[in-house]
């Protein structure tokens, strides 16, 4: 089974601090996404790699930056917290092209609470 | 632009009644169809996926959806809830090929009513 890790389940930051959410999948898959979650906004990506040091922007990027230098390895970065980036962050990866028509496997989820 | 409207953000259906959930989008070419079900506190799981080939899919937990292109829909249905239903479930859609993202619905949470 594909297995998507997430570095914390609950995190606590404060306002200005440089945060750094981890994600690693054991599928050796190609793809990498990292969506936020809010209630009535359904899932948002914000950034996502389909190769080892390459990025996309996502929907909303603003505020965040991205670091892919291992394949199985997807780091989010907030440089300087707010509080409007208080959500439930959650990691997907996927086969590349055509393989698995897309389907995204998703992680447990990090919720990120920002004072 | 490709977009996924999910109608109801809140469905409540009692225990062994039908479950239906609404799942449109917008494309000009054939999507790929995705639903994902989240519950409390986890990340999503995969329930079903229609890719190509038969319009009906059926998934995990007695889920099945039907894709009816001249009505551009996915909706996801059961015949009879059970309590360890509730859950959000999200409608997704891939147009296009390469590495193009899913696009999501906002999501539908589902209660059941004992």
């Known amino acids: 089974d594909v297995k998507v890790t997430q570095s914390s389940r609950y995190l606590v930051k404060r306002t200005g601090e440089k945060v750094f959410l981890e994600c690693v999948q054991d599928m050796d898959h190609e793809n990498m996404f990292w969506y936020r979650q809010d209630p009535g906004l359904g899932l948002r990506l914000i950034y996502f790699?389909?190769?080892?040091?390459?990025?996309e922007k996502g929907d909303i990027p603003e505020g965040y930056s991205v670091s892919r230098e291992k394949k199985e390895r997807f780091s989010l970065i907030l440089e300087s917290a707010s509080t409007n980036q208080t959500s439930m962050y959650l990691c997907?990866?996927?086969?590349?092209?055509?393989?698995?028509?897309?389907?995204?496997?998703f992680g447990p989820g990090t919720r990120l609470t920002v004072l | 632009a490709q977009s996924v409207t999910q109608l109801g953000s809140h469905v409540s259906v009692s225990e062994g009644a039908l479950v239906l959930l609404r799942c449109n989008y917008s494309?000009?070419?054939?999507?790929?169809l995705f639903w994902y079900v989240q519950y409390p506190n986890q990340g999503l799981q995969l329930l079903l996926k229609y890719t190509t080939g038969a319009t009906l899919v059926k998934g995990i937990n007695g889920f099945e959806a039907e894709f009816k292109k001249s009505e551009t829909s996915f909706h996801l249905t059961k015949p009879s809830a059970h309590m360890s239903d509730a859950a959000e479930y999200f409608c997704?859609?891939?147009?296009?090929?390469?590495?193009?993202?899913?696009?999501f619905g906002k999501g539908t949470r589902l209660s059941v009513i004992a």
């Open positions: 790699s389909y190769d080892v040091k390459m990025k």
């Open positions: 494309s000009s070419v054939p999507p790929y």
């Open positions: 997907a990866s996927s086969y590349p092209g055509g393989m698995g028509r897309g389907e995204q496997f």
């Open positions: 997704a859609v891939r147009m296009g090929g390469g590495n193009t993202p899913l696009v």
